[in-house]
Nanobody, 121 residues
Framework: QVQLVESGGGLVQPGGSLRLSCAASGSIFSINVMGWYRQAPGKQRELVAVITNGGSPNYADSVRGRFTISRDNAERTVFLQMNSLKPEDTAVYYC???????????????WGQGTQVTVSS
């Protein structure tokens, strides 16, 4: 069974930084894209940043230049370094991975349980 476990959320003042981590574990044959999404109260879940297994990142316009996504393929972990945080970054952040559990299965999408990020003075 595949699990994605996030850590690193919390409360930070505007202009501050946080680093999120997400580790994938369980029956995993290969991982393709890993990424982060977020959902603020009353809003739809939105993409924050994704990164391919080759290391190519893609960012939402709202975070480009402030957030940096990276991954450690050997540890099956993806990171999100968030700098210059703003109150509008407040949301539950979800880790996502598109992976195959075995060479006999198709790629599927998996989600973590979410971690709260609150930016407030």
């Amino acid at each position: 069974q595949v699990q994605l476990v996030e850590s690193g959320g919390g409360l930070v003042q505007p202009g501050g930084s946080l680093r999120l981590s997400c580790a994938a574990s369980g029956s995993i044959f290969s991982i393709n894209v890993m990424g982060w999404y977020r959902q603020a109260p009353g809003k739809q879940r939105e993409l924050v940043a994704v990164i391919t297994n080759g290391g190519s990142p893609n960012y939402a316009d709202s975070v480009r230049g402030r957030f940096t996504i990276s991954r450690d393929n050997a540890e099956r972990t993806v990171f999100l370094q968030m700098n210059s945080l703003k109150p509008e970054d407040t949301a539950v952040y979800y880790c996502n991975a598109r992976l195959r559990e075995s060479k006999l299965t198709y790629e599927d999408s998996y989600w973590g349980q979410g971690t709260q990020v609150t930016v407030s003075s």
